[in-house]
């Protein structure tokens, strides 16, 4: 399934290929990506998006050491 991102470092919408779709804690969904040259692309998405992907996995919280309190 392709998808519309946006590209932070070109400025510009790309179209890439979406690899993963995640839920997060705060019950948001996203939709993961890779440019061709190899960087990650992120694009939030609604509920019936993600559903349309398939079954979203649990995001993978961040570590401990890198949040600050």
Known sequence: MKAKFWDVKTRKSV??????????????YAFKAVTKDGRNLTRFVSAADAEKFGPAKAAKPACKKCCKK
Do not use: I
């Open 15 to 28: 179209e890439a290929e979406v690899k993963d779709c995640v839920k997060y804690d705060n019950g948001r």
